[in-house]
């Protein structure tokens, strides 16, 4: 695209686009008139050629690549993030681990009383008891309570299994939970004791949330994290309070770790099935050393 032709007037004039389309060379014709650069189109058999005045072919040539780039069609993005299976199956076994814990605090399986060796106080998490912080999470005060944390927990705990694996998805509920029941201990007045899934609920409401953003980059992923945010928190709202009973503050600060730990994961690449199944494993095996040591406790101090 070297091309210079001379005008009857003697001016130089140079050629900075040939197609082979009419309409194409008439669009940069135009598009050069209307930043201010004389150009005319001419036909040479099937090509036609955009000529524009030499003096103004550096600016031209400028012109005609800003166009090309700003009119190309934008690249195909993958919005979303592609889910893990296994989520239901997952959640189910975490269910289950509940339904069978449930089962033998409320028949005081080995002579002991559950209750008392596992929920969360915190005076006794603080002289060493540690373990409550995770016990505490697998019992509920009746069938009503557990029913309903097992059934939010389905749908938020299955989410959270499918962004972020069912292994990794629930030992990550379970890092959250922890760390918020730890938090809560520290904050617990004298005499007050807490129990129940419901903080791993929030959890993975929070981890859920953190994943609330399209994985490319620029400045539209603040406004797709802020509106997931926004929901979280009226989801927030309006399930994690309640009557007097409610452990408002437990659930609040379950969301809160959920959504400290998940958002440096956000955009975590598939972990590998068997590291996947690892992590579902440390977490079940935590789950049961902290039952196991709680119990142990107990026979100790008989």
Request: hydrophobic share 50%; glycine share 12%.
């Amino acid at each position: 695209m070297n091309g210079s032709h001379t005008a009857s007037d003697g001016e130089l004039w140079v050629e900075v686009f040939y197609t082979t389309e009419p309409s194409i060379g008439s669009d940069r014709s135009f598009m050069l008139t209307a930043v201010g650069i004389t150009a005319v189109m001419t036909q040479s058999g099937s090509h036609y050629t955009v000529l524009v005045p030499a003096a103004e072919a550096a600016r031209a040539r400028v012109e005609l690549h800003r166009y090309n780039i700003e009119s190309a069609p934008a690249p195909a993005q993958t919005r979303g993030y592609p889910l893990h299976r296994g989520a239901l199956t997952g959640s189910a076994i975490a269910l289950m681990f509940l339904f069978t814990i449930a089962g033998l605090s409320t028949h005081g399986w080995l002579s002991h009383d559950w209750y008392e060796v596992g929920a969360l106080i915190g005076s006794k998490v603080q002289a060493g008891e540690w373990w409550r912080v995770i016990t505490a999470l697998t019992l509920h005060a009746d069938l009503a309570h557990l029913a309903g944390n097992a059934g939010f927990g389905l749908v938020f705990g299955s989410a959270c299994a499918a962004l972020y694996g069912p292994g990794r998805g629930w030992l990550l509920i379970l890092m959250a939970s922890t760390l918020a029941n730890m938090a809560e201990s520290w904050w617990m007045p004298p005499g007050m004791s807490s129990l129940g899934a419901s903080t791993a609920v929030f959890a993975a409401l929070g981890l859920v949330t953190a994943k609330g953003r399209t994985p490319h980059h620029g400045h539209r992923w603040f406004r797709e994290f802020y509106a997931a945010l926004i929901a979280g928190v009226l989801l927030l709202a309006l399930l994690g309070t309640g009557d007097a009973h409610t452990d408002i503050l437990g659930h609040a600060l379950g969301f809160a770790t959920g959504l400290m730990l998940g958002l440096p994961l956000r955009d975590a690449p598939f972990v590998s099935q068997w590291k996947d199944r690892l992590g579902g494993a440390v977490a079940i095996l935590t789950c049961t050393g902290a039952w196991a040591l709680a119990l142990t406790h107990s026979e100790s101090f008989r």
